[in-house]
């Protein structure tokens, strides 16, 4: 890699999102593998690795791969600049996730999808690490089922098969009303963090 694009990419990674990663590492260490959730507990981070498949900086979506499948992000610009980002790119993501705060039918012909917006840190997140980014996150997903004896709702979103936590007695109350197969949106909170890593050659 260049000075220059070292350079960008370390502009790059000093928004709120991207964290600074110099010198580049292939496997980010990862100090922190659990967090306290208000309403959980104790819950463990999820790492997971995506391909930057595109980006459009007009209106920052970014498109990532994994395992095959491929989701937008719109990435708000309290991020930062995403000049440096580049297709195929690494994004090592860190995240922990809240319990359901909401459950909606999509409308009819709604396609998987996520979207994301920056959420004030109100002390859902104990013990979090250091510049790490709360945000809110609606998931657009196929719902597949709901186990009420482990509080938790099973769907498949852009990402695929994914799972979450419910406690809220409202939110349950809608659950247990879909069917496998209805397409919902999904509301929680995500605390995350995501480090550029090296390209694969």
């Known amino acids: 890699m260049s000075v220059t ?22 496997s980010p260490a990862i100090a922190q593998q659990s967090v306290n959730v208000r309403g959980l507990g104790v819950v463990a981070v999820d790492n997971v690795d995506v391909r930057v498949v595109s ?5 920052r979506n970014v498109v990532v791969e994994r395992s095959g499948r491929q989701w ?8 930062g600049s ?6 195929r790119d690494r994004l090592s993501i860190s995240r922990v996730e809240s319990a359901l705060i909401a459950v909606t039918p999509a409308r009819r012909g709604t396609k998987p999808d996520v979207v994301f917006t920056v959420a004030r840190d109100e002390g859902l997140f104990g013990n979090l690490p250091a510049r790490w980014v709360v945000r809110n ?20 979103g852009p990402e695929g098969a994914r799972s979450l ?5 409202a939110v349950i109350s809608v659950l247990q009303t ?12 995500e605390a ?6 090296p390209r694969r050659l």
């Open 192 to 197: 995350t963090q995501i480090v550029l890593t």
């Open 178 to 189: 879909l069917r496998r197969g209805d397409m919902v949106n999904l509301v929680f909170t």
């Open 82 to 87: 995403l000049a440096a980002l580049r297709r």
């Open 55 to 59: 980006v459009d900086l007009p209106s």
């Open 137 to 156: 996150v609606t998931v657009t997903a196929q719902f597949t089922s709901f186990d009420a004896a482990s509080g938790t709702v099973r769907y498949v």
């Open 72 to 79: 937008r992000i719109t990435v708000p610009e309290d991020f």
């Open 165 to 169: 936590r419910v406690i809220d007695p």
């Open 5 to 26: 694009r070292r350079h960008l990419t370390a502009s790059l990674l000093a928004g709120a999102i991207f964290m600074p990663a110099v010198p580049l590492i292939t």
